[in-house]
């Protein structure tokens, strides 16, 4: 058998090899983390440590499952599978079904999984006839959990003060009796929730440290992979396992602690020296994954952070590439930005697709992304997610415009009643859809959904509330139609977001996943928005909804797209990116209030933890690392001017190549507007609120030297029957030269648009309201832009 030890470097070496007390290893990105533990813990078994007397700690199956591999192949025979490793609740739950009548449970105890807790607080809140858009189910049990992770029970919660107020102030005053409600419920079911196998392991071995020894003696050794992730009640129960043996390894990086939302606290390992007196620290400090560029950048970025534990990471690879940093006029050229280099580095570079990988702060950030690559033909995967238009909430938005222009849409008429708050319940719904059903087997008369909530009786069995909500819902279609009729799709858009209430489902949500479905619906009213403006600068007037869902049809995602052995590019958070490697790697929209995020600027804490978000991302790059950001954003209806992020001053230069010249933004030092590191910083920042993303917003401003035009006064439009735009009776005449803003453009002429960068004018034709020129931009390819509703600014001969 190969000796393993002399496969490690001298670091890893002696972390292994060390055996005389706690130990904290700190293994940077990229530095055989996983490979250290394995050998550990073969060390341990050669050194006549038993099996199941080892405990090592993960925080996924899959970690445990591949380490348990590495060690069996290490060390033979059967000894890996009797240790215990495992997640932290796999195996918390076996030592609590052992002792569960200690604590008043059964040793059959069945645990809730995320789906099921959540259904339990949402009969609770029903049942206490509480508002769930005051108390939403999601948000009140992230609550719970939250108190739970931090060892707080019932009791303990109604007697917190702060946490009282905090509740009043939040308009949930009753959260505490919730969560009273909750643990009975739970405890009368013999139940138990993912956080209670921490908190009730805590419990156990609080109120009966009989238990606590004997598993005190039991297990002599105790491992905890990526420590920088624990919450209190995994730090508490680690810490007192070890206590008597004073054998503990824990192996972490302070550097990528990015999960404080799901209750980590980087303490933990900031603080274990600390709290562990004798605990001795090992630094895994070469990088075996990045080259030595992309080190020394994410180096100078992280140095930045006050809290941490210093380390200076190194690369034997070759230095590399610099990293690669393009400014963009706008999101969308940014995304075509993208899609272009990954097609560059597919066809002249010879990198697979599965090479590369696009990370982004927020999920929104996919659609447009996902519009680039598409129109380039490459094949793209959402990690851990979906695409923009299969998303729930986006679906649901989608599926209230095809009910307007079809009311016999069942499928929309289910979702949107499914979806909204009305008080229709499924079994109304179900009588609706036997109603419809026995209408079509009967062959005499075509009945929709639509048609059964106008005449109730005539259809099923109904009481007067549950008739009078139907009455409702259909007046509600009825009115969106009428408004529908005489306005455009955004303004559509925004109007049935509110008629529906659906603002109102999505507002009280304040989890992650809540916050994360308001900018998803934010970012199709703002595509949407686009589109319109789109549709009128090309001339083609206004857009209407059945030409939008037409263009969403065709977005839909190739259904083979799933297929294993297709060559993709990775899109994702750069939070489901973190323990992943790529060749190439895209950071986008790094700019102010995005990275770092407008929630987090606030607190200085915050700016670290999104300070090592961002390291996380540059260091899943091997060879390249390519960094992005929009001088303009399209969100909340308009164009909105954005700053790069403070994290890219926070950058060595030395170590970063601007490539590209789109944006604006980088000739400020030639035009008195200053350095790029003055740009980053000038003006203040948000403070953090979040703004409800469903209010009507007022329109784009105009980048042109004079106002939009706004056109002649819409006429109605027939939802069902789309108006056709105007066409001309004779061909455009083309023409030498064409006035915009008191400037003379021609053919060749180089302009900025705001929305799709740079381009030179190729053709020009028309005149007055009909003038309209053809440019070819340099990232987005062809357009035709009708000049009065044109944005666009003439650039100097010699800037282009």
């Not at 639509?450 to 259809?459: H, I, K």
């Amino acid at each position: 058998m190969e000796n393993y030890l002399d496969t490690l470097n001298p670091s890893q070496r002696a972390a292994v090899e060390y055996c005389d007390g706690p130990q904290l290893v700190i293994a940077g990105a990229g530095s055989g983390k996983t490979r250290v533990l394995t050998c550990k813990i073969a060390y341990l078994l050669q050194h006549d440590y038993l099996p199941d007397s080892i405990i090592a700690l993960t925080f996924t199956k899959k970690a445990a499952t591949e380490m348990q591999t590495r060690i069996q192949q290490l060390v033979g025979g059967n000894g890996a599978r009797r240790i215990w490793m495992g997640t932290f609740h796999s195996l918390f739950s076996r030592i609590l079904r052992r002792e569960a009548q200690r604590i008043g449970f059964k040793s059959d105890f069945t645990i809730y999984d995320q789906q099921d807790s959540r259904n339990l607080v949402k009969a609770i809140i029903k049942e206490m006839a509480l508002d769930d858009k005051q108390y939403k189910p999601n948000s009140v049990h992230c609550q719970i959990s939250n108190a739970k992770n931090n060892l707080i029970t019932p009791g303990m919660y109604v007697a917190n003060r702060e946490l009282m107020q905090y509740d009043a102030a939040s308009r949930r005053p009753r959260i505490g009796e919730i969560y009273q409600q909750y643990w009975n419920r739970c405890f009368q079911a013999g139940a138990m929730d993912f956080d209670d196998l921490l908190l009730y392991t805590n419990i156990l071995f609080r109120d009966h440290p009989d238990v606590l020894e004997f598993y005190q003696n039991y297990f002599q050794y105790v491992l905890v992979d990526e420590y920088q992730d624990t919450n209190r009640a995994q730090h508490l129960i680690v810490e007192q396992l070890a206590q008597k043996h004073r054998h503990l390894t824990v192996v972490g990086d302070d550097a990528q602690s990015i999960y404080s939302f799901r209750g980590a606290n980087i303490r933990n390992i900031l603080d274990l020296r600390q709290q562990i007196p004798g605990t001795q620290l090992f630094k895994l400090e070469q990088n075996y994954r990045s080259t030595q560029n992309i080190v020394d950048a994410a180096n100078s970025l992280i140095a930045k952070n006050r809290e941490q534990i210093k380390k200076t990471i190194f690369s034997e690879k070759e230095r590399g590439s610099l990293l690669r940093l393009t400014s963009c006029y706008s999101d969308l050229e940014e995304s075509y930005q993208v899609a272009q280099r990954i097609d560059s580095l597919h066809n002249d570079d010879g990198f697979a697709y599965n090479d590369c990988a696009v990370l982004y702060r927020t999920n929104a950030q996919s659609r447009t992304l996902e519009e680039a690559l598409r129109k380039r033909g490459i094949d793209y995967r959402i990690y851990g997610g979906l695409s923009f238009y299969q998303r729930k909430e986006v679906k649901d938005v989608i599926a209230m415009l095809r009910l307007i222009v079809n009311t016999s849409d069942e499928e929309a008429f289910k979702r949107v009643l499914g979806a909204c708050p009305f008080g229709i319940g499924d079994t109304t719904i179900g009588k609706i859809g036997v109603a419809v059903s026995e209408a079509a087997q009967a062959q005499n008369e075509r009945v929709t959904y639509y048609d059964v909530t106008g005449n109730p009786d005539a259809y099923i069995a109904a009481n007067s509330g549950t008739k009078s909500k139907l009455a409702r819902f259909r007046q509600t279609i009825d009115d969106a139609q009428a408004f529908a009729a005489v306005n455009n799709v955004y303004d559509t858009v925004v109007e049935l977001i509110r008629k529906f209430h659906y603002q109102e489902v999505l507002a009280g949500d304040t989890s992650i996943e809540g916050i994360s479905k308001r900018e998803n619906v934010q970012e199709l009213v703002d595509s949407i928005q686009q589109a319109v403006i789109d549709n009128r600068e090309a001339g083609n007037g206004e857009l209407t909804i059945t030409d939008y869902l037409s263009t969403i049809s065709l977005d839909e995602p190739d259904p083979q797209r799933d297929e294993p052995e297709r060559d993709y590019v990775a899109l994702m958070t750069i939070h489901q990116a973190k323990g992943l490697e790529f060749k190439n790697i895209f950071v986008v929209g790094v700019e102010e209030n995005l990275l770092p995020s407008d929630m987090s600027i606030d607190e200085p804490s915050g700016v670290e933890e999104e300070r090592r978000l961002f390291y996380v991302a540059i260091t899943r790059a091997e060879q390249n690392c390519f960094l992005s950001y929009a001088s303009s954003r399209f969100r909340n209806g308009k164009s909105e001017a954005c700053r790069p992020s403070r994290f890219l001053r926070d950058i060595d230069q030395r170590f970063i190549q601007k490539v590209g010249n789109s944006s604006p933004t980088q000739n400020y030092a030639s035009n008195g507007g200053g350095t790029f590191d003055s740009y980053a910083t000038r003006g203040t920042f948000s403070n953090g609120s979040y703004a409800n993303p469903f209010e009507p917003r007022r329109p784009m401003q105009n980048a042109s030297p004079r106002p939009v035009a706004q056109g002649p006064t819409r006429s109605p439009l027939d939802l069902n029957h789309p108006r056709k735009v105007a066409t001309h009776t004779s061909p455009i005449a083309s023409v030498t030269s064409l006035t915009y803003g008191g400037q003379l453009l021609t053919s060749g002429s180089r302009i900025a648009h705001e929305r799709f960068g740079r381009g030179t004018v190729t053709e020009l034709e028309g005149h007055d309201d009909d003038a309209r020129v053809k440019v070819h931009f340099d990232t987005v390819g062809d357009k035709t832009l009708l000049l009065k509703f044109a944005k666009f600014t003439l650039l100097p001969s010699d800037n282009g």
